[in-house]
């Protein structure tokens, strides 16, 4: 997108609004006030809109069929000359809109100066929005579908690679590490659910709301609602001129979902020290240090954890832009749309990396069964073989955790302890204990919905592919 021009020499008679003003704004108030800067990304959604209202228009006579005809050929030079670099972006018109019905106007003469009947910018820009951000969940949700294959993917090879479940980020039970993408998967699911609402919820139409209290023109809304792809029309004018819930529902759902990959982010940042060691990221997602020669950093994920605080910021600002407003439009709403598009940007890129990052893991499944060992992972199921053998829990608890410290002691695993040394503990252990405290024991004891056993990782696998198809 090319910069706005500005020429100072330009008669401010011109604006759009101009006839009323005595004179004309400094040139930090005209930049203070414009937009044209970030909004005329919009540019194909503001000439959709306005190729759809001039078509209603005309259907209803309000216009003659030859200002539609000359109105369509003039916005499709204008899409020409926007898609070849050629349109000429002025900050004198102040914003998307402006801009391009100033020059439809130039090259189409008074059909130009009819396209704004029964319309105004705040219906306009209400419809833009909404038009924009449709086309960008659409995208998103295509980003965050290949972003669930990829970790079902990756879950699928790992079904039955064993690894240290944590709480406190302390080692608990063991999980396969298929499982652990899988909760991963479940977030994202929900965030695509999220997506999909909000867009529902926002795919009405604005226009013919006109400023604020609709028209007197005998207009169709729903005609132009069915050419834009609403579902219908906002149904108070009022309202639909100001209401920014759409946006800060995307942004909501937005942050949520960066919170998610901000969470796994940090998985993979601890994973990948060499203190821990459980994977390596591929080399095309990480960087080296200009002074330390042995340093390989995880980049994508430290930065798309800090990328999430800014997205969160944004949901934040938008709710504060619109706590104080009253009813119907404000200018201040023209604050709406950097953080809409930062937002939409961040996460679809974010999630592009991820969906091709998750792809490249490479699994150390060694380290993850090394670290199984050190921490007394299958602790829980010794206590429970108590339990099934007719000790009551807490009882049993208490014997296995005195057994733990005697390992510890001792610097070796529960199962490495002989069974003579486990029945100081309980006279109810025997032999057969010693199945329980392996850890493909542990995993294969866990074989329900929702449960870490390689089987129903398998079973929750195909669950998830029946519902992505
Ligand atoms: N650029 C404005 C915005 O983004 C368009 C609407 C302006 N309407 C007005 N009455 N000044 O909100």
């Not at 991963?184 to 999220?194: G, I, K, L, V």
């Not at 404000?330 to 999630?351: H, V």
Request: hydrophobic residues 40%.
């Amino acid at each position: 997108m090319s910069e706005p021009q500005t020429s100072s020499t330009q008669n401010d008679t011109n604006k759009a609004w101009s006839g009323r003003f005595s004179e004309p704004v400094s040139d930090l108030v005209k930049r203070y006030t414009a937009s044209v800067f970030f909004d005329q990304r919009m540019w194909r959604q503001d000439i959709r809109g306005s190729l759809a209202h001039a078509a209603m228009l005309a259907k209803q006579g309000i216009i003659g069929e030859n200002d539609l005809a000359d109105i369509r050929r003039g916005m499709a030079q204008i899409t020409q000359e926007i898609e070849t670099g050629q349109f000429n972006w002025n900050l004198d018109d102040e914003d998307v809109h402006l801009n391009i019905e100033k020059r439809l106007t130039a090259l189409v003469g008074d059909a130009g100066k009819r396209l704004h009947t029964g319309r105004s910018r705040n219906d306009q820009v209400a419809t833009d929005i909404r038009l924009w951000l449709r086309d960008e969940i659409d995208l998103i949700l295509e980003r965050l579908l290949a972003y669930r294959q990829a970790l079902l993917n990756l879950a699928e090879q790992h079904a039955a690679t064993p690894m240290p479940g944590f709480t406190h980020l302390q080692v608990a039970q063991p999980i396969t590490f298929g499982h652990h993408l899988l909760a991963y998967f479940e977030m994202a699911s929900r965030d695509a659910t999220r997506l999909q609402d909000c867009r529902a919820r926002m795919n009405r139409l604005p226009l013919g709301s006109a400023a604020l209290a609709g028209t007197s023109y005998p207009i169709d809304r729903e005609f132009v609602a069915r050419d834009l792809g609403f579902d219908g029309v906002c149904e108070n004018s009022l309202d639909a001129v100001s209401d920014r819930d759409f946006a800060i529902e995307f942004c909501a759902a937005a942050a949520l979902a960066m919170t998610h990959l901000s969470r796994l982010s940090e998985e993979l940042i601890l994973w990948m020290s060499p203190r821990i060691g459980f994977i390596d990221l591929a080399d095309r997602f990480c960087t080296g240090s200009s002074i330390m020669p042995q340093k390989k950093n995880p980049d994508v994920p430290e930065l798309a954890r800090g990328k999430t605080g800014r997205v969160n910021g944004h949901l934040i600002g938008l709710l504060t832009l619109m706590k104080g407003q009253p009813l119907a439009y404000n200018k201040d709403n023209q604050e709406d749309k950097e953080p809409l598009f930062d937002t939409a940007d961040t996460l679809r890129d974010t999630l592009t990396i991820f969906a091709d990052m998750i792809g490249g893991i490479r699994v150390k499944a060694d380290a993850m069964r090394a670290a199984l060992k050190l921490g007394f992972a299958t602790a829980t199921d010794l206590a429970d073989y108590l339990v099934k053998k007719g000790l009551p829990f807490r009882d049993a608890h208490e014997a296995v955790a005195l057994a733990v410290r005697a390992a510890e002691q001792r610097g070796c695993d529960i199962a490495d302890l002989s069974l003579a040394d486990l029945q100081a503990f309980s006279p109810l252990i025997t032999d057969d204990a010693f199945s329980v405290l392996t850890i493909e024991g542990s995993l294969a004891s866990r074989n329900h919905i929702g449960g870490t056993a390689p089987e129903a990782v398998r079973a929750a696998i195909v669950r998830a592919r029946a519902k992505l198809a």
